[in-house]
């Protein structure tokens, strides 16, 4: 058993690669816990190894990523662990009893509220999926709105992957996207979130648009560059 394991774990057990990811949330949000944060790398480590995702990385690339956003947003220790544990009883072996014994009763809740977070698989129409995914947001907001924080950084990193996918998914990924998580982040006063959310949904479903919008703001950037620097000399 992992937890049996790490009782006996030093810090020095983290990689290299680890240990940069746990200073980087630190740096982010410097009143995180680093010692729970070091016990949550570790068991992702061991909880998700052998998986990998459609681009070949090491599964845990994605709650890594997904804990980053969350420490970014400033988040609380509870907050950001979930988020690296947010797949843990989806797609492995351990249980919510194991991850609340280990990590706390909050963590245990906000894993199982985004979990629960799902659409149906084997439902006769789109607009019932998208019912039911509503209808399951608005429950977990009513229980914790951290759980609907966590699904959107995910959305976020998923979406930023999305061109290891089928056209088709991507095109129907991004179209719920834009109609549900974006309006919802908003919603939220999460800005940044929905600008993400939306730019990523435009360069799949609209290529061509999102690559001459990108191309006329970095000539407009470079422009406002030398404007920025003619200013500066004069108020020199």
Same mark, same amino acid.
């Given at each position: 058993?992992?937890? #049996?394991?790490?009782?006996?774990?030093?810090?020095?057990?983290?990689?290299?690669?680890?240990?940069?990811?746990?200073?980087?949330?630190?740096?982010?949000?410097?009143?995180? =816990?680093?010692?729970?944060?070091?016990?949550?790398? %570790?068991?992702?480590?061991?909880?998700?190894?052998?998986?990998?995702?459609?681009? /070949?990385?090491?599964?845990?690339?994605?709650?890594?990523?997904?804990?980053?956003?969350?420490? =970014?947003?400033?988040?609380?220790?509870?907050?950001?662990?979930? /988020?690296?544990?947010?797949?843990? +009883?989806? #797609?492995?072996?351990?249980?919510?009893?194991?991850?609340?014994?280990?990590? /706390?009763?909050?963590?245990?809740?906000?894993?199982?509220? +985004?979990?629960?977070?799902?659409?149906?698989?084997?439902?006769?129409?789109?607009?019932?999926?998208?019912?039911?995914?509503?209808?399951?947001?608005?429950?977990?907001?009513?229980? #914790?709105?951290? +759980?609907?924080?966590?699904?959107?950084? =995910? &959305?976020?990193?998923?979406?930023?992957? %999305?061109?290891?996918?089928?056209?088709?998914?991507?095109?129907?990924?991004?179209?719920?996207?834009?109609?549900?998580?974006?309006?919802?982040?908003?919603?939220?006063?999460?800005?940044?979130? &929905?600008?993400?959310?939306?730019?990523?949904?435009?360069?799949?479903?609209?290529?061509?648009?999102?690559?001459?919008?990108?191309?006329?703001?970095?000539?407009?950037?470079?422009?406002?560059? /030398?404007?920025?620097?003619?200013?500066?000399?004069? %108020?020199?």
């Amino acid at each position: 058993k992992f937890f #049996d394991r790490l009782k006996g774990m030093e810090v020095s057990a983290l990689t290299s690669h680890q240990e940069h990811i746990i200073q980087v949330l630190i740096r982010k949000n410097p009143s995180l =816990d680093e010692t729970l944060l070091r016990k949550a790398v %570790l068991f992702i480590a061991d909880a998700h190894q052998g998986q990998f995702r459609k681009s /070949g990385m090491p599964y845990t690339e994605h709650p890594l990523e997904v804990a980053k956003i969350l420490a =970014d947003l400033q988040l609380n220790t509870a907050t950001v662990l979930a /988020g690296l544990l947010h797949d843990v +009883v989806e #797609d492995t072996d351990y249980t919510l009893e194991q991850i609340a014994e280990q990590f /706390g009763e909050s963590v245990a809740n906000l894993v199982d509220g +985004v979990t629960k977070i799902t659409t149906l698989k084997n439902s006769p129409s789109k607009s019932e999926l998208k019912a039911e995914t509503i209808r399951k947001m608005l429950l977990a907001m009513i229980e #914790d709105i951290r +759980v609907i924080i966590i699904k959107l950084s =995910d &959305k976020v990193h998923n979406m930023s992957t %999305l061109c290891y996918v089928s056209e088709e998914k991507q095109k129907r990924t991004a179209k719920e996207c834009l109609e549900i998580y974006a309006p919802l982040a908003g919603k939220l006063g999460l800005g940044v979130i &929905k600008s993400q959310l939306e730019d990523l949904s435009l360069q799949a479903l609209k290529p061509h648009i999102y690559e001459q919008i990108i191309n006329f703001s970095k000539e407009r950037e470079k422009e406002k560059k /030398g404007q920025i620097v003619e200013v500066t000399k004069k %108020l020199q």
